[in-house]
């Protein structure tokens, strides 16, 4: 039988444990701007080997699922002498995996500019700067911003797979609180609950930003 | 080499098992989503809003937990499952409303003038279905059907957090047994990155040869 | 203000294989008003293009105020630098407007003047409305492009133009892209401007406008310039077999 009480007891702690996936969501959602600029950056450059580095980037961690770059990055980091806590790696392996994603909705954004846009800029004589950081890069952040909270809302279920190296986010929590309750179909549904809940508050403030800046 | 020896059959028993969950989970959940879209689109409003609401819960929730739901929770409401199909029923159910989302955008793209045009000349709602809106509507959404069947390959490794004796989870058994964390991970790293690097290469091909199948033969 | 003067001597184009221009020779003299006309996909536009370097030119010359643009000497690059300098001088007014959508009228008309002139903001957004009024919308100026009319943005996209002060302005089709109704008030505003004096080079279709404002026109087909002339002599009196030609579709077309 579905126990109500059950439920409703394992919210609070897994509540609790999802700051953790904030932590780990937001800040590596911060991580991935910044790297994914470079990368964008490095495939919008005129070297070739930039170009090349910055696809190769890419591809591979698109092509590799989060769940193993995961575990080479947190088996790996000691071997470079870097005895980083669980929490820090986990930052960095979902910061790095969202550059790749951010770098391509970078791109995508400022290759949907009409072309206009920068001619009408450089008739009048704007130097390459200005017409990149007054003209193209707010456009393209504007354009960008639904798939940006899009892909915030798919690194809070990514995050769920850090539960792997045991950090105490939702994930995690709920699996300890299952053990020890042995209700868990209760347990995981309102872990579920959690995520939906806070993934569905991601989406209305997309749609709102969506609304808002749509000029 | 001794390695290889040792756990050379277990790891190509794991791909084996990474190829079957995928490609069934594909074919079930593409199936579960162009129901889902037919439904949507034939459908009465309620039906639409309950399937409405399941979309936004699969989606709204990571696969992981989805699988710990139906895995360990099911047996409460008398759903047992072994490791195996459980997965592959969770990557049907995970798969499914992203496939319905292709399917009901490649549904739109359908210029509506086509199908008025069948019914002008009296052809049945099924018929029309089979004949103009699948063919028609495949064209545009082939792509990212491909697409998201190649994500799926890489949702497959999660299957191994609840047992089911696939690649990742061969791999992770090795690794523990022989202390190689590093290498084994990073082998499986590059030996996803070159299977999907090939997949969607494939899948390029594969979607002109059926987009130009399909419209000359449409 | 002073007007300048475009010499365009010997320019060919290609892309790849195919030749836009072909050899064009083309004297635009200071403080007139010269209208480009002919066929769609005869070269006009990649002609105006070229006169600010938008488009580089394979061969010849185009020079302002005997200044050749683009090139230091024929087969050498200008400096970026160099080029900016030029253009500063040059106003261009596009067919889509490329207005810019994040900032108001009156921002999209100051933002060249901060960034190119050097202006201090209050400068900028005073010359920026002084523009603004010029063409009529005074009114509008804290308005976003998106909650403007078709006309209204074009008018904005002149006054941007205007308020660099140059010396010289390039219109490419800047009607064509506008609902019948809206094309006069335009065509209004860029009639007092050549009214002032100031070098004007149109390409467009408004055969109207070409006739009553034009101190020349001239005819262009498949990347040739196939005569230039009073627009009497162009379009009233013309004596090459493709511009009757294209004169003719062009009556069979517009009327009723």
Redesign the interface.
């Known amino acids: 039988m579905f126990s109500i009480p059950t439920f409703l007891e394992s919210l609070v702690p897994l509540f609790w444990a999802a700051r953790y996936t904030l932590l780990i969501s937001v800040a590596g959602i911060a991580l991935g701007l910044v790297i994914g600029t470079l990368v964008c950056a490095a495939r919008l450059s005129p070297s070739r080997a930039l170009r090349r580095a910055g696809a190769v980037w890419v591809s591979f961690l698109r092509g590799v699922p989060l769940l193993v770059q995961l575990l080479v990055f947190y088996y790996s980091l000691p071997l470079f002498g870097l005895d980083v806590p669980a929490m820090v790696a986990a930052i960095v392996t979902v910061g790095i995996c969202a550059s790749a994603y951010i770098s391509e909705i970078w791109r995508g954004a400022i290759n949907a500019l009409?072309r206009?846009?920068a001619?009408?800029?450089?008739?009048?004589?704007?130097?390459?700067q200005?017409v990149w950081r007054?003209?193209i890069l707010?456009?393209a952040f504007?354009l960008s911003l639904p798939a940006l909270i899009n892909e915030l809302i798919l690194l809070v279920k990514a995050s769920s797979l850090v539960s792997v190296v045991g950090i105490l986010e939702i994930t995690r929590a709920s699996q300890a609180q299952a053990a020890t309750t042995f209700r868990p179909l209760e347990v995981y549904l309102a872990a579920a609950c959690i995520y939906l809940v806070i993934n569905l508050c991601l989406a209305a403030l997309g749609r709102y930003l969506e609304h808002r800046t749509a000029? | 080499m001794d390695l290889l020896q040792t756990y050379g059959p277990a790891l190509l028993r794991g791909f084996g098992v990474t190829v079957l969950c995928w490609a069934l989970g594909t074919l079930f959940g593409m199936t579960l989503g162009l129901l889902i879209a037919l439904m949507r689109h034939y459908g009465p409003r309620w039906l639409n809003w309950i399937i409405q609401v399941y979309i936004e819960v699969i989606r709204g929730t990571p696969f992981l937990v989805q699988l710990f739901v139906l895995y360990y929770g099911g047996p409460l409401i008398g759903l047992r499952l072994d490791a195996v199909p459980a997965g592959l029923l969770g990557l049907t159910l995970y798969g499914s409303p992203y496939f319905a989302e292709i399917f009901r955008s490649g549904f739109r793209a359908v210029a509506p003038g086509q199908i008025e045009a069948a019914r002008a000349i009296g052809m049945s709602e099924p018929s029309i279905v089979r004949r103009i809106l699948l063919p028609l509507s495949l064209v545009s959404a082939l792509p990212a059907l491909v697409n998201f069947s190649i994500i799926l390959t890489k949702e497959t490794v999660i299957l191994s957090i609840i047992t089911v004796p696939e690649l990742m989870y061969q791999v992770s058994r090795m690794s523990a047994e022989t202390f190689r964390f590093v290498e084994a991970n990073l082998v499986l790293a590059l030996f996803f990155w070159g299977l999907v690097e090939t997949i969607s290469r494939l899948g390029r091909r594969l979607e002109t040869r059926i987009t130009k199948h399909l419209l000359e033969r449409t | 203000m002073q007007a300048s003067s475009v010499e365009i001597r010997n320019v060919s184009k290609f892309y790849g294989p195919f030749q836009a221009l072909r050899d064009v020779n083309l004297s635009i003299p200071p403080g007139k008003v010269t209208c480009l006309i002919g066929p769609s996909g005869s070269g006009k536009s990649t002609l105006l293009r070229c006169i600010?370097f938008?488009e580089d030119y394979s061969a010849g010359e185009i020079r302002i105020d005997g200044r050749m643009i683009g090139y230091e000497a024929p087969g050498r690059r200008m400096r970026?630098r160099a080029l900016?300098?030029m253009?500063?001088s040059?106003?261009?007014v596009?067919q889509?407007f490329?207005?810019?959508?994040?900032m108001t009228a009156r921002e999209n008309v100051a933002?060249?003047l901060i960034?190119?002139r050097g202006l201090s903001r209050p400068d900028a957004a005073g010359r920026a409305a002084d523009a603004l009024a010029k063409v009529g919308l005074a009114d509008k100026m804290d308005n976003?492009?998106?909650r403007l009319s078709g006309g209204q943005q074009q008018r904005v996209?002149i006054a941007?133009?205007i308020a660099?002060e140059p010396r010289l302005m390039l219109f490419d089709e800047p009607t064509s892209a506008l609902d019948p109704e809206l094309v006069g008030e335009v065509l209004h505003v860029m009639k007092a401007l050549a009214g002032e004096g100031m070098t004007m080079v149109v390409v467009t279709h408004e055969m109207g406008f070409a006739s009553h404002v034009a101190d020349q026109v001239a005819f262009m087909e498949r990347g040739e310039l196939v005569g230039v002339d009073t627009p009497g002599r162009i379009l009233h009196q013309p004596e090459d077999p493709r511009i009757q030609g294209f004169l003719r579709t062009y009556h069979e077309r517009n009327s009723f």
């Open positions: 009409p206009g846009q001619e009408a800029a450089v008739a009048i004589g704007m130097t390459p200005d007054r003209i707010p456009q504007t000029v | 600010n938008l970026g900016r300098e253009r500063r040059i106003g261009m596009f889509q490329n207005l810019w959508p994040h933002e060249g960034r190119v976003h492009p998106s996209a941007r133009a660099m």
